[in-house]
């Protein structure tokens, strides 16, 4: 499992470069909706509660704390911060094309 070896959160964008030299970066909104809470998904069914849609624009992290060694959480400036995300989520979700099979 690869852990970031550097977290910046940006006014757009939260950016993880990793131990295995993997850089990642994360629009906020996208990061937002990913959330994976029980305010966010459900615990029974697993279906998202919150609508991408429903996330402002410009949404960005007001504060970022580590959780252990093996997450971040992160206040959002939308008041939401019950979310926690581990690393391995993080990796896993990481939007670039080389982890999603494009060019």
């Given at each position: 499992m690869a852990y970031p070896a550097r977290i910046d959160a940006h006014p757009d964008a939260f950016?993880?470069?990793w131990?295995?030299?993997h850089e990642s970066?994360?629009?906020n909104r996208y990061l937002r909706f990913m959330c994976g809470c029980a305010?966010?998904?459900s615990e029974q069914t697993g279906q998202r509660l919150v609508q991408e849609n429903s996330i402002a624009e410009d949404i960005r992290?007001?504060?970022v704390g580590a959780v252990g060694n093996y997450a971040v959480q992160v206040f959002?400036?939308?008041g939401h911060n019950t979310?926690?995300?581990p690393f391995n989520r993080l990796r896993q979700i990481c939007p670039c094309a080389q982890c999603h099979g494009g060019p």
């Open positions: 950016f993880i470069a131990d295995d030299g970066t994360y629009p305010v966010c998904v992290p007001l504060q959002w400036s939308d979310g926690i995300y």
